[in-house]
């Protein structure tokens, strides 16, 4: 008999994550937006290491436009993307649990920066960095942006394991199908 508290896996990761991260992109952005804006206050976190600047992209991440204002062309295009992880998501097993996570650290990334996106023409608020590396000067980012990255980071190597298993298998399969051609038959 199963307890009332059943759920699923899938469903709990996601339920986990996507609040989480759109709460805090959305509180940080705020806080950015208030505190930021003021004049002669410079804001740094790990002892200067990020520098904290509020800038408003109107592109994608690091700055890429694909016009003056790449609002319009950003907007379908996230909300196409978010179709296609709804698609992955859905297809995505309740075990694979890297694979949940990644699509709900897009998700919550991808929606949090539509959120600004639509409400306003200034951009998408960022303000972490730029972050001087000694070689290239980072640019800045935001919550949404690291929920983004790390999740396709995490995506793309959960279809590297799945892929990396197959093969394994298909070589097993093989492997068996040779030993037994070349039994003697009676």
């Known amino acids: 008999m199963k307890s009332g508290l059943d759920v699923r896996p899938k469903i709990f990761v996601f339920a986990l994550t996507f609040p989480l ?5 959305l509180v940080t952005k705020r806080w950015a937006l208030e505190e930021l804006a003021r004049p002669g206050h410079g804001h740094e976190l790990l002892g200067g290491l990020v520098p ?3 800038a408003f992209n109107k592109g994608a991440a690091f700055g890429i436009r694909v016009t003056e204002d790449s609002r319009w062309f950003f907007v379908p295009l996230t909300i196409f993307a978010l179709v296609l992880l709804g698609f992955l998501y859905k297809d995505a097993s309740d075990r694979d649990i890297l ?3 990644s699509i709900s650290l897009v998700v919550s990334g991808a ?8 409400r306003w023409d200034r951009g998408v608020v960022d303000f972490l960095g730029p972050i001087d590396l000694g070689f290239y000067d980072f640019p800045i980012f ?13 995506l793309a190597l959960s279809f590297y394991i799945e892929d990396r298993a197959m093969q394994m298998a298909e070589d097993d399969i093989r492997e068996v199908v040779r ?3 070349s039994e003697p038959s009676d």
Not at 112 to 117: E, F, H, I, P, S
Not at 142 to 154: E, P, R
């Open 21 to 25: 991260i759109t709460a805090l992109d």
């Open 99 to 101: 694979r949940i996570s």
């Open 142 to 154: 935001n919550v949404a942006d690291m929920a983004i990255t790390c999740g396709a980071i995490l």
């Open 52 to 54: 904290l600047t509020l």
């Open 111 to 118: 929606l949090g920066n539509l959120y600004d996106r639509v």
């Open 179 to 181: 030993q037994e051609g």
